[in-house]
T-cell receptor, first 113, second 116 residues
Framework: DAKTTQPTSMDCAEGRAANLPCNHS???????VYWYRQIHSQGPQYIIH???NNETNEMASLIITEDRKSSTLILPHATLRDTAVYYC??????????????FGKGTKLSVIP | GAGVSQSPRYKVAKRGQDVALRCDPI?????LFWYQQALGQGPEFLTY????????KSGLPSDRFFAERPEGSVSTLKIQRTQQEDSAVYLC??????????????FGPGTRLTVL
């Protein structure tokens, strides 16, 4: 699976949009971008995933650049409960081989009142 | 609840003791994963089951680590002769293997193992 690069930490004011970047310049054509987050003392939680089109769900939006070498996770209105470590993960499509998730160190997002 | 549960939540062991960590996946989930998370690091893959078959154990750090899922539901991760470097949070995750689905992995809260 391709390697990802994320900033170590970010701050965001409560109520503002949080934009978390991720670089994955070696991504292959059949690899998806997944985002998980881990709130302190909990297991990781799935947020969203995409291949090449932008995606949106009730939690967040995922913007993938046209060349697919980078992406941005957007939390539109950050709350204190969004304070967590956010992991960007690149992996092959479901059912196409390895099922494991390869986590990096992620970005520690702190939402400030 | 309907989520993944793990027990115990906390375990303290003396060096050299054997420990057993339990994972109850979401009912009906075919796939089950174990990950190890050291302090300040992201989770690292240990092993993967599809039903009762252990299809990948490439992440197990030594032969002291053993996992089983005999009936394709509950899984146990056993660590023999624990060492201080085994201190970590052990996470279990499960997913359905429907290839048309997102293959989302649902994680339990983890077991924090401290080896003294």
């Amino acid at each position: 699976d391709a390697k990802t690069t994320q900033p170590t930490s970010m701050d965001c004011a409560e109520g503002r949009a949080a934009n978390l970047p991720c670089n994955h310049s070696t991504i292959s054509g059949n690899e998806y971008v997944y985002w998980y987050r881990q709130i302190h003392s909990q297991g990781p939680q799935y947020i969203i995933h995409g291949l090449k089109n932008n995606e949106t769900n009730e939690m967040a939006s995922l913007i993938i650049t046209e060349d697919r070498k980078s992406s941005t996770l957007i939390l539109p209105h950050a709350t204190l409960r969004d304070t967590a470590v956010y992991y960007c993960i690149v992996r092959v499509e479901p059912g196409a081989g390895s099922y494991q998730l390869t986590f990096g160190k992620g970005t520690k997002l702190s939402v400030i009142p | 609840g309907a989520g993944v549960s793990q027990s115990p939540r906390y375990k303290v062991a003396k060096r050299g003791q054997d420990v057993a960590l339990r994972c109850d996946p979401i009912s009906g989930h075919v796939s089950l994963f174990w990950y190890q998370q050291a302090l300040g690091q992201g989770p690292e893959f240990l092993t993967y089951f599809q039903n009762e078959a252990q299809l990948d154990k490439s992440g197990l750090p030594s032969d002291r680590f053993f996992a089983e899922r005999p009936e394709g539901s509950v899984s146990t991760l056993k660590i023999q002769r624990t060492q201080q470097e085994d201190s970590a949070v052990y996470l279990c995750a499960s997913s359905s293997v429907d290839v048309l689905a997102t293959d989302t992995q649902y994680f339990g809260p983890g077991t924090r193992l401290t080896v003294l």
